[in-house]
């Protein structure tokens, strides 16, 4: 095998591909990278058998074939190359691979490409095309209430479904740790009226982020039962579903808040971080004190002190005390893109609903702490 490709588009390619690798197992293979030469290129194979991805990339091919090799070390190399470089990399039959960059020369031990596993295909029950922004926004509203509580592994994902909302069926990305919950619609594209509700995986989740930056690309998603593959002109993410029952996350989200708040969302964020410095690391509790058209925000951390700051906000029902983790409300607060907040309250025990102005497509639900 022997192929010359741009530092660049290698960086990018290796640098996809060592990311899905773990760190420690205790499959050697599982470490490296499979480097194979197609007909338009070379592509880049890397699983942890949960999770699998290829990234096609342009090359100049001179000799076809296939190896593996430390995914981590061929990144380490990549990145530090001269940007610009061209690189050659050539494999022989003493099985060591040869980077060549300028006078830059390296020889990296291989594995054998037939050991390496390439994740089953299967029979995908639905497959319909997305804008990457749509299923950007989903998944990033979403995934900062993801669990990280390895005992309830069903809640270590986003549940991706269809569902009934306001304006018909809609696609659904919904996450929530048992004390916040996000839950974002988008319009149903075509082709996923059948698709079934599927926990994509945390990781799945963090690795797909880096497909979608383009706004003006369209992801191809395929859902089966068992796996989900979002796909690009050059890159495939194919992983591993979270096999379990997500929760019926509608009997938590309140339907009976009435007490209503209007908050510029920038402001408030920044508050509840200012105030909650003084909080104790463990609980990290900060107090809303609500009254008409007014919101204290107050922390008492008898070990190291007390803040407070008010805001101006539109609020004309009775007072309320009520008190959340500092860290829930800015995360929250973060991922509204409309101006204002809305809060819609019930008492100082019962969880608060928070949307993002009049836009009902994305709601998020956080339950009280005492304070």
Do not use: W
Request: proline fraction near 4%; aromatic fraction near 6%.
């Amino acid at each position: 095998m022997k192929f010359s490709i741009e530092r660049a588009v290698l960086v990018k390619a290796v640098s996809q591909a060592q990311s899905i690798v773990e760190r420690r197992n205790t499959i050697p293979i599982l470490a490296n990278v499979l480097i194979e030469t197609t007909e338009s290129g070379v592509s880049f194979r890397a699983t942890d058998l949960d999770t699998e991805v290829v990234d096609l990339s342009a090359a100049q091919v001179e000799r076809p074939g296939s190896t593996t090799v430390s995914a981590v070390m061929l990144n380490e190399i990549s990145r530090k190359l001269p940007d610009g470089a061209l690189v050659q990399i050539s494999a022989d039959d003493a099985g060591r691979l040869s980077v060549q960059a300028g006078r830059s020369n390296f020889s990296l031990a291989t594995l054998p490409r037939d050991d390496f596993p390439v994740m089953a295909n299967s029979e995908y029950s639905a497959t319909f095309k997305a804008p990457a922004k749509l299923l950007r926004r989903l998944f990033d509203k979403s995934k900062f209430a993801i669990s990280t509580e390895e005992t309830r592994y069903y809640l270590n994902g986003v549940y991706m479904h269809v569902a009934k909302s306001d304006d018909g069926l809609a696609l659904r990305c919904v996450a929530t740790d048992g004390h916040r919950l996000a839950r974002i619609d988008a319009p149903l594209p075509i082709g996923a009226e059948e698709m079934p509700g599927v926990i994509v995986p945390r990781k799945t989740v963090g690795e797909l982020r880096k497909l979608l930056d383009d706004d003006d690309a369209e992801i191809t998603v395929s859902v089966s039962e068992t796996k989900i593959r979002f796909a690009t002109a050059t890159i495939t993410l194919t992983s591993k579903v979270i096999d379990g029952t997500f929760p019926d996350y509608t009997r938590v989200i309140p339907q009976n808040n009435t007490r209503k708040l209007e908050v510029d969302a920038t402001d408030f964020a920044r508050a509840v971080d200012r105030v909650a410095t003084v909080s104790s690391e463990r609980s990290r509790a900060v107090k809303l004190s609500l009254d008409a058209d007014k919101l204290v925000l107050s922390v008492n951390a008898p070990d190291s002190g007390a803040a407070e700051e008010e805001l101006v906000v539109a609020y004309a029902d009775e007072p309320l005390e009520i008190g959340f983790n500092a860290k829930y409300l800015q995360e929250i607060a973060n991922q509204v893109d409309r101006d204002n907040a809305v809060f819609l309250f019930n008492s100082s025990g019962d969880a608060a609903l928070i949307r993002e102005g009049s836009d009902l497509s994305a709601v998020y639900v956080v339950m009280p702490m005492r304070v």
